[in-house]
């Protein structure tokens, strides 16, 4: 079985600081884990994805997350907040089990960012 | 452009009525989702189809009913049986293996 745990369902920072998002992941098999991000009303877009190639990944506007085994830890980060990041972000794992690939998502994180 | 078409954006219905949602991509996948979303509890897998005529339950399939005659196509049935079914559905598709899910804008669905 598979599962994701995002710690804290609200992050506020000031914009230009730090965002730190958390996420981690339980999997029985070796993961792909993914980082997406919603606007209010619509569907999910990706931000970044890791597939074993490298622990630090880089995605779109800015964002990176570092893959840690021995904390089964994959979170999200980028140095300086903008106001357009405010949005909900959702940490997924997806694994093959029984031949089929099931993608579970965590319960998501709301950004907010402070003018 | 290819991209996966939720229709439509809101959808009201009535108790006791069952009520189809309309999931169609034009991007070649062979795996297609649907997701449920409620506040504060994240995307919870309803159904997925890995291949044409093949689906599985995910982990709320009671109430839900899905066919997949097309590779194009994944239509979602909301039941009378499902108890609570407002909520914002979201259908997805990928590529084989483990690549990235592809996401509809999703379809609002009330029911009172």
């Known amino acids: 079985a598979q599962s994701v745990t995002q710690l804290g369902s609200h992050v506020s920072v000031s914009e230009g600081a730090l965002v730190l998002l958390r996420c981690n992941y339980s999997?029985?098999?070796?993961?792909?884990l993914f980082w997406y991000v919603q606007y209010p009303n619509q569907g999910l877009q990706l931000l970044l994805k890791?597939?074993?190639?490298?622990?630090l990944v880089k995605g779109i506007n800015g964002f990176e997350a570092e893959f840690k085994k021995s904390e089964t830890s994959f979170h999200l980060t980028k140095p300086s907040a903008h106001m357009s990041d405010a949005a909900e972000y959702f940490c997924?794992?997806?694994?093959?089990?029984?031949?089929?690939?099931?993608?579970?998502f965590g319960t998501g994180t709301k950004l907010q960012v402070i003018p | 452009d290819g991209g996966i078409t939720q229709s439509p954006k809101y959808l009201f219905r009535k108790e006791g009525q069952n009520v189809t949602l309309s999931c169609e991509q034009n991007?070649?996948?062979?795996?297609m989702y649907w997701y449920r979303q409620d506040p504060g509890q994240g995307l919870r897998l309803i159904y997925y189809?890995?291949?044409?005529?093949?689906?599985q339950k995910g982990d709320i399939a009671e109430g839900y009913s899905v066919s997949r005659e097309k590779k194009e196509s994944f239509p979602l049935t909301v039941t009378s049986a499902q108890k609570n079914p407002t909520a914002f559905y979201l259908c997805?598709?990928?590529?084989?293996?483990?690549?990235?899910?592809?996401f509809g804008n999703g379809t609002r669905l009330t029911v009172t």
């Open positions: 890791y597939t074993s190639a490298a622990t």
């Open positions: 997805a598709s990928r590529d084989g293996g483990n690549s990235p899910l592809h």
């Open positions: 997924a794992v997806s694994a093959t089990s029984g031949g089929y690939q099931k993608v579970t």
């Open positions: 999997s029985s098999v070796p993961p792909y």
């Open positions: 991007l070649n996948h062979d795996a």
């Open positions: 189809s890995q291949i044409v005529n093949d689906f």
